[in-house]
């Protein structure tokens, strides 16, 4: 253990923090202290300590929102807390907001000593291979924050498929799990990574409009066609990686051609006769079972062969919990930055909210009430009030009874398939928007899936879904993280 390391020790003034510094100091580390939450959360973002040791008591506030906040940065430094009663919901609060242990009060230096330095030790050489192994500040590779039993396995897959820089990866999962951000980690992580990354969302576009996107067309291929002609996205990425999101929605017509990619590595355009060659790795995501669609005849059983060489499941966020909190951090310094507002991390009680939702919309989720807290936030804590969690998951309450005569005439209830439909009055077009609202949300925005269930195709829903509002826009810098 080098002499460069440092620990924050977080106490209030006293006996038993002049003890903690004297046993650190004698052990060869440096010591920065802190009185209180305030001054903590400065010392923590300025110094950027190794390690921090802090009473769950504080002042001004619990010692588990200092641990939730350290455990979120990139290079979380070692953290092991100390409490009158480890048997404490806070307790329970700080373990699962990333504390290495917390130790009872009474408690001898030596045993926070014992303690810390092995982590730190291990902690030395993580930082270290990360130096090594570094890579260019211009590579996009996005950030996969967790430490979780469910996302070190992914992760763990995400290496080996990197190294087997030709095999075919099949990524599966609900919506909002951060499926591409795999693909791109995969794709950043092997020896492809100079070449480009191109992505594709099988089922925005129609059938004609996809295979030209993937395949290229010649000139004149069709009405509207360049008068030169254009390469599609196969030969761009010559050398890459192609993702294909969402390739459960492709027609049995483009599942062939993607076939003969596969297998022969070439090709043809739309309106050519010349085969064209490529050297592209494929990478495929879905939020369907795609073994159910084949026996359901809707996706071909050789494709699933080729595509299902190194499956990888994405588990939920709910699966993930102690993902939660570093996430949940890890977001909010990306919008305090991206907006300029004060907001450090959350609040006991917020954090709580979190860890107890059901995140039915999954990562996806978590980052958009990290936004809307930051933006609504003008403190340094995000508090309960500024969560806006979704009750998707959760039964709808029955009308009180005290509800108003005008309220209850003012609106229109429906079931539809055991679900509630409610309406502001009975014309035709409120009834409309409200019934494309609840699919949306019953398939979680799947479009094809929605358009399908509605007895619509996907451009008259892209058109109804833009007149009354229920477009959910996505910003794109956001997509570079989970």
Known sequence: MTSQQTVLIVHPPGVVRAALVAAMREAGLRTSEADDLLSAGRLLAEENPDAVVTELRLADGSGSELVARAAGRDDAPVIVAISEKPETRETVIALRSGALDVIERPCSPERVLATLQPALLDRARRMQRRRTEAR?????????????????AVMEQVARAASAHDTTVL???????????????????GPRNERPFMAINCAALNESLLEAELFGYEKGAFTGANGTGRKGLFEAADGGTVFLDEIGEMSAPLQAKLLRVLQESSFKRVGGTQDVNVDVRIIAATNRDLWEEVALGRFRKDLYFRLNVLPIRMPTLQERQLDVAPMAQHFLEHFARALRKPVQGLSADALRMLQEHSWPGNVRELRNVCEYAVIVCDGALVEPRHLALSEHAQPRRQESSTTSTATRESSSVSTINGCTLTVKDRSLRSMEVELIRMVLEQTRF????????????RSTLYNKMKDYGLCRE???ELRQTV
């Open 136 to 152: 260019p500040a211009s590579n996009p590779r996005p950030a996969i924050v967790g430490q979780s039993p469910a996302i070190k």
């Open 171 to 189: 990524v599966q999962g609900e919506s909002g799990t951060g499926k591409e951000l795999v693909a791109r980690a995969i794709h950043y992580d």
């Open 446 to 457: 799947n479009i094809a899936r929605t358009a399908r269930e509605l007895g619509i195709n």
């Open 474 to 476: 996505e910003r794109h």
